[in-house]
């Protein structure tokens, strides 16, 4: 059974930082691109940052500068640090895996709430 498991978020103030991370189950997950998704209260979902197994990455402009997006292969584990928090970033930040081959393989976590407030 493949499982993605996000954890990290929270309530951090404007200018602050948090880590999100990502743990899967049930994948060969060097095979997988994985990535970071977003929604927010009555907008769509949106891409934040992808990384292959390659580890080569792509950034959403709204956050280029302030996250960086990293993958352990060894633990099965996406990262995402989050600097300079911005109150637009709020959003439920969901991960998401698809087979770099097989790319009706797509997988979807069950998202971590991330608010930035004073």
């Known amino acids: 059974q493949v499982q993605l498991m996000e954890s990290g978020g929270g309530l951090v103030q404007p200018g602050g930082s948090l880590r999100l991370s990502c743990a899967a189950s049930g994948i060969t997950f060097s095979m997988y691109t994985m990535a970071w998704y977003r929604q927010a209260p009555g907008k769509q979902r949106e891409l934040v940052a992808t990384i292959t197994s390659g580890e080569s990455t792509n950034y959403a402009d709204s956050v280029k500068g302030r996250f960086t997006i990293s993958r352990d292969d060894a633990k099965n584990l996406v990262y995402l640090q989050m600097n300079s928090l911005e109150p637009e970033d709020t959003a439920v930040y969901y991960c998401?895996?698809?087979?770099?081959?097989?790319?009706?393989?797509?997988?979807w976590g069950q998202g971590t709430q991330v608010t930035v407030s004073s």
């Open positions: 998401s895996a698809r087979h770099e081959k097989y790319m009706f393989l797509n997988y």
